[in-house]
């Protein structure tokens, strides 16, 4: 499908970016990191040649610092999300799914890297815009049980 968007619309259109990103993100979950790197960085490069600050720059990013996260690369994941989390904030506005998704993403990583008081802030946040879009009780009750437990 990405390769079929290369040549009907060319390399550096915003759809191939969009099609090569969420195939990236596909890599990711299934744990093929070097592909999903690839691709990731791919759609980031070609978002930011287009030169507009875009959300899809913010899901590269994501993307690739679940990679890095993955391969254990801390400082590399934490600067990835974090500045996906400032695009998404940016495109999207403070109260964005997206912004919710890279919240929760960062995080997991910070628990994982035992900086508990930042990763406290984002969960924080994370319940704020999570109640801000009316979320279901549930995954109000999982954030808030994610905080608590650390």
Known sequence: ?????????????????????????????????????AHARRALAIRRRVGVEHPGMAASLSAIGQVEAARGRTEAANAALDEALAIYRRTRGPVHPDVLATLRTAAAERVRQGDVATARAQLREAIDVARSLRRPEAELAELRGQLAAI
Do not use: F, P
């Open 1 to 37: 499908l990405v390769a079929a968007a290369q040549r009907s619309l060319g390399e550096d259109q915003t759809a191939v970016a969009d099609l090569t990103n969420n195939l990236a993100l596909v890599l990711v979950e299934v744990g093929r990191l070097d592909e999903a790197e």
